[in-house]
């Protein structure tokens, strides 16, 4: 059985920095590719970094590149998600998710099989 869980969320001012972790079981994160979305009140879940396990190819929206960062521990299973220079159309809740192919979804569409519950980052002054 796979299970995800995320965690690392809060609430940040402007400008401030958060990591969100993912641990996840039952499957290792370097044969499946992983991924972090977020859906915030009334808006579709979007991809916001995705990372390949077939060749560690990552994708990020032009929304967060260049301030997020996925990556990934071998050795304790968890994917981190580092985020940057937050913004306050950011807050959102964070999910973390992975697939049972090796390789992403095209634009790092929410085409994962396994989810976790997610974590809630707000960004507020």
């Known amino acids: 059985q796979v299970q995800v869980v995320e965690s690392g969320g809060g609430s940040v001012q402007p400008g401030g920095s958060l990591r969100l972790s993912c641990a996840i079981s039952g499957i290792s994160v370097d044969r499946h590719a992983v991924g972090w979305f977020r859906q915030g009140p009334g808006k579709e879940r979007e991809g916001v970094a995705c990372?390949?396990?077939?060749?560690?190819?990552?994708y990020y929206p032009d929304s967060v590149k260049d301030r997020f960062s996925i990556f990934r521990d071998y050795a304790s299973n968890v994917v981190y998600l580092q985020m940057n220079g937050l913004k306050f159309e950011d807050s959102a809740t964070y999910y973390c998710?992975?697939?049972?192919?090796?390789?992403?979804?095209?634009?790092?569409?929410?085409?994962?099989?396994?989810w976790g519950q997610g974590t809630q980052v707000t960004v507020s002054s």
């Open positions: 998710a992975a697939r049972a192919a090796a390789y992403s979804s095209s634009w790092c569409q929410p085409l994962y099989d396994w």
């Open positions: 990372l390949s396990a077939e060749d560690e190819t990552t």
